[in-house]
C-alpha cells in the first residue's frame, strides 16, 4: 500500500494564481483532512470530509476549496494564491470509527511570492 | 474552536536526561491522541488515550490520561538524539474534527 500520496512536494505560486493540491488514499479510509502547517502554530485543519460527496470547514478554510467526489481522492484547490497562503500542507486520512489514527501524507511546501 | 494547548513550546534536553511535556484542555476531552513529527518529515501516530487515569508505555515513552480527562502528558527517560522532533497532541471531536496543539519541538545536546 502506497498510503497517502501528495503532489507535488514543492511548489511556487505567483500571487493571483490558482492551483490544485491532490490526495489520494489507497486504505479505503472514510475521513480525509487537510492541514496546513505553520512555525509555531502546529497543524490547523482547512477543510474535511467524512465520506464521498461529504465535505465541511476547519479552522481556516477561506481561499480554499475542497470536493470529494471518490473514496480516494480529496484534492485542495487554491482559487487565487496569496502570499499568506505560504505554508507546509498536510492531507490526512483515517477510518471511519471516528477512534483510529490518521494517517499523513509527506506534505507539499507552498511558496506564494 | 476548542483547542488543547501544549507546553513547553521548546524543549532543550541533554542527552540521557528525562523530559515532560504537557497538554492541557479548558474542556473534558474524549480521547486525546500524540503525534511525533521528525525534522522535515511528516506527523506520525503514537498513542491514543481514551480512559480516565489511563498510562501507556512505548519503550522510554510513557504517556499518560489525567483524571478529569483534561490534560495528558508525554513523558520521555534517558532521552536519545532519535527522539528529536515536534510532539503534537490532539483532540477528536464529536465533528470528527482533529484538533493539534502547537506542538512541543524538542531538541538533543549530545
Known amino acids: 500500500n502506497a498510503g497517502v500520496t501528495q503532489t507535488p512536494k514543492f511548489q511556487v505560486l505567483k500571487t493571483g494564481q490558482s492551483m490544485t493540491l491532490q490526495c489520494a488514499q489507497d486504505m479505503n479510509h472514510e475521513y480525509m483532512s487537510w492541514y496546513r502547517q505553520d512555525p509555531g502554530m502546529g497543524l490547523r485543519l482547512i477543510h474535511y470530509s467524512v465520506g464521498a460527496g461529504i465535505t465541511d470547514q476547519g479552522e481556516v478554510p477561506n481561499g480554499y476549496n475542497v470536493s470529494r467526489s471518490t473514496t480516494e481522492d480529496f484534492p485542495l484547490r487554491l482559487l487565487s494564491a496569496a502570499p499568506s497562503q505560504t505554508s507546509v500542507y498536510f492531507c490526512?486520512?483515517?477510518?471511519?470509527?471516528?477512534?483510529?489514527?490518521?494517517?499523513f501524507g509527506q506534505g507539499t511546501r507552498l511558496t506564494v511570492v | 474552536g476548542q483547542q488543547v494547548m501544549q507546553i513547553p513550546q521548546y524543549q532543550h534536553v541533554q542527552e540521557g536526561e528525562d523530559f515532560t511535556t504537557y497538554c492541557n484542555s479548558s474542556t473534558t476531552l474524549s480521547n486525546i491522541q500524540w503525534y511525533k513529527q521528525r525534522p522535515g518529515g511528516h506527523p506520525v501516530f503514537l498513542i491514543q488515550?481514551?480512559?480516565?487515569?489511563e498510562v501507556k508505555k512505548q519503550k522510554r515513552l510513557t504517556f499518560q490520561f489525567g483524571e478529569a480527562k483534561k490534560n495528558s502528558s508525554l513523558h520521555i527517560t534517558a532521552t536519545q538524539t532519535t527522539d528529536v522532533g515536534t510532539y503534537f497532541c490532539?483532540?477528536?471531536?464529536?465533528?470528527?474534527?482533529?484538533?493539534f496543539g502547537a506542538g512541543t519541538t524538542v531538541t538533543v545536546r549530545a
Open positions: 488515550l481514551v480512559k480516565s487515569g
Open positions: 490526512a486520512s483515517s477510518y471511519g470509527d471516528g477512534l483510529a489514527e490518521a494517517f
Open positions: 490532539a483532540r477528536l471531536g464529536n465533528d470528527y474534527k482533529l484538533s
